[in-house]
DNA sequence: GTCTATATTGAGATAGAC
DNA sequence: GTCTATCTCAATATAGAC
């Protein structure tokens, strides 16, 4: 047995692991990568390192060093175009179907937090030669599903009458901060459940009954 | 008369500048910078040769890089600590004073917007080797200032009973909202207005009267 | 002292054997 | 699919002329 094929055997299927696992390593080993050291930070040869893998391995599954972070990045969001359609079409009351969709959103981002990170760091961080990913398309994605699920219960009763973007605002606000929370405070997190609340105290409001509106006497 | 004193001197009076100005131009120039090439990507020679003064200057005003960094940061914050205690202590309902202490933060947030961006980088960015700044300790009393007024608000009758904790988070996620699209989209940003009509929507609900509460039928 | 030419290094990427 | 060995290239460091 040659030295190739020996090392070969032991990385992957020798050792018992399945042969998809190489890819599945590298994706988090550069996850991990880019999170602590940025993107521009992160050496090739540390991934494959990190990976228990050499160079060529990488240059196999994906194209480069971009490859594999274009590929980060897709992953979590085609998962979430999936969630945005079914989100829409699925039965039940606005107020139900905006819940779900947000909770749904925010278990994919618990479920990927680790490119969650990475994307932040390159949206707000310094230029660090990461090839462009339109973060804002989605970002707009998701605020336009939750304002078409606004607008739906305006025009049904389900909400009352006003401005459907300000109402929006507010929904995005909470999913947004449970979000960001989690990313950087996990131990004092909303969770699942607190986000729930937040947008319950949305939909019912602060005021006491009979105060609605601070300023302008209620409606606009 | 040291080297020092001789070109701080020199660089401002003598061309009619007044002396202040030589400083400030320093801080902008390091605002612009760090946001545009992050910490670490800017150096010292760039900062001053952006504000047209001589490196000396620069160490005479701050002791170095991280000294003009640190008074960044250090300026915006102080400023917002006034806020806080005089915000807590105005006349007025809970909702007036959370009104206005959202109001004039955000608009201490729009003032010193560029010093913002970097904060943001170097918050959710990679490591940059920018000494440490506190940042999550104003988070935490920002957060903290809301929900005093909440409870204030609750105990005087003027808010429903419920928990206090999520309605903050509900607050605290509009004026985080207002201020990330104001720093990633000004052009679509919501602005003073914006964050006053969100506001408005979170303390009157938008479920339809008699819908107040999705699940549990209105309080907990 | 400053400048330019030449190492040296370390990065991403590839060729070809197995 | 994975390996070893090698390539290209840009940034940085250094040496030696001026």
Avoid at 66 to 94: C, T
Avoid at 144 to 167: H, P, S, T, W, Y
Avoid at 201 to 210: D, L, R, S, T, W
Wanted: proline share 3%; with cysteine; aromatic share 10%.
């Amino acid at each position: 047995m040659g030295k190739a094929e020996a090392a070969a055997a032991g990385s992957g299927r020798g050792a018992g692991t399945p042969d998809g696992a190489v890819r599945e390593r590298l994706l988090k080993s550069a996850t991990d990568l880019f999170t602590r050291k940025g993107y521009a930070g992160t050496t090739v040869r540390e991934i494959v390192a990190a990976a228990k893998v050499t160079k060529p391995v990488l240059y196999y599954y994906f194209r480069n060093k971009e490859g594999i972070y274009l590929e980060l990045m897709k992953e979590g969001f085609s998962r979430f175009d999936s969630l945005v359609g079914a989100s829409l079409e699925a039965p039940g009351s606005a107020a139900e179907k905006i819940l779900r969709f947000c909770a749904r959103s925010f278990e994919l981002f618990l479920d990927r937090i680790g490119v969650a990170r990475v994307m932040y760091s390159i949206y707000y961080g310094p230029p660090q030669g990461a090839p462009f990913f339109d973060f804002d398309a989605y970002h707009f994605k998701f605020q336009e599903a939750i304002r078409r699920l606004v607008e739906e219960g305006i025009r049904n009763g389900e909400f009352r009458k006003g401005d459907a973007g300000d109402m929006t605002w507010a929904i995005v606000g909470a999913v947004n901060v449970a979000m960001e929370i989690q990313l950087c405070h996990p131990e004092v997190g909303l969770g699942k459940e607190g986000l729930d609340r937040v947008l319950d105290v949305i939909f019912a409001g602060i005021a006491a009954e009979g105060r609605k509106g601070t300023r302008k006497g209620g409606r606009r």
